[in-house]
Structure formats: C-alpha cells, structure tokens
C-alpha cells in the first residue's frame, strides 16, 4: 500500500468489506496490517509553466494520510489498530515477525487485514506482494474464530480469483474462502479465510 493511493476508489471497498465483515461476524477489531512502501516524492504545483513552490504538507496529510482509518472504525464502531511502520522487502522477515508477535498479543477473535500493492505473490514475491508463507505465519498465530483478509489486485491471467483463493486456502490449512468485491472497482478482490 501507498499513501498516495489512501482514499481511492479500491479503499472505498476495503473499507466496505471490513465493516460489512465485521457485521457478519460480530468482530469488533481490525488489525489493519497496510506493508506500507515508498511512495514517490511529493510533487509541486506550477503556475503558467514557472515553479510555484510546493503544496502545503497540510494538504498532503489531508487527503493522503492512512491513520484517518482510525476515525473511519470510530465512526463504525469498529476499534482499528493500523501497522503502518515501512514495509521492505529486504526486511520482510523482521516486519512479519512484529505482525505475528502483534496479533499473539490480541485478547480474542479478530480480523487480520493484509493490504499488499497487489496482493498474495504470483510465482516469486516482489515488495509488492505477500508471500505465501508469511500468509501461512499470521494464519497460524491468529485467535479462533478470527478472520484472514487479503487484498488482491487482478492479474491479467483469466480465472484469477479461483487461482489466488486456492492458493489462500492452502496456507490457510484448507478454509474456505470467501470473496468480497464491487462494480465500484472491478479490479480488485478481498478474500477472506475465517478461522474455526
């Protein structure tokens, strides 16, 4: 996840999906896992084609600032916990280790959110995927009766969603999985393993 793309259509069917599943569950609690990468630099406004000097940080932090999550599960009676320290690949195993220490520390069932740049890794994991075993990791150290979501960006390969579910449901010992989605952004899907 990138800040720049905080608020864009897809966050308005994350969101959706989480509250709706939280809904349905009767869970309270999102352990909102962003793997939050570099975003580009921050641009400058120009006025007739000359430098016109930059846009205000109070601008950017308005309309690019992922912890207003927070505000939003307030507003839905929804407690949010955000992990939004940077994701890397060249550290990825110290950052899922403080994610699977992060959710061994939760008082009961929750729902674990996993929002990689495009989702759960194709063939070999790029810092914009999650790894299957990392997958596998946060599935064993959650609580029972909680909730695994995977954000999935659509790959140009046909019968997607079937492919990435199963592979979802082999690290998540076999459970079923659900598929949230909206016409609001076809592109992506939320698949969800429920801990039994």
Request: net charge positive; glycine share 6%; aromatic share 8%.
């Amino acid at each position: 996840m990138k800040q720049r793309w905080y608020g864009d259509k897809r966050d308005i069917v994350k969101w959706g999906t989480l509250a709706a599943l939280c809904e349905r569950s009767s869970i309270r609690r999102v352990l909102y896992v962003a793997m939050l990468t570099e975003d580009q630099p921050k641009t400058h406004l120009t006025h007739n084609g000359e430098p016109a000097g930059a846009i205000p940080e109070e601008v950017w932090s308005h309309f690019r600032d992922i912890s207003q999550v927070k505000l939003l599960g307030e507003s839905l009676g929804i407690q949010v916990e955000l992990i939004s320290h940077p994701f890397q690949h060249k550290s990825r195993n110290m950052y899922f280790q403080r994610v699977v220490s992060t959710i061994r520390g939760q008082p009961g069932p929750l729902i674990a959110f996993l929002d990689p740049d495009t989702g759960i890794e194709p063939n070999k994991a790029t810092v914009k995927h999650v790894k299957c075993q990392e997958v596998a990791a946060i599935w064993q150290a959650l609580p029972r009766l909680s909730h695994l979501v995977v954000y999935q960006h659509r790959p140009r390969e046909a019968d997607w969603q079937d492919a990435y579910r199963a592979k979802l449901s082999k690290q998540c010992g076999t459970a079923d999985v659900d598929t949230f989605e909206s016409q609001i952004a076809s592109d992506v899907a939320f698949f969800v393993a429920k801990k039994i």
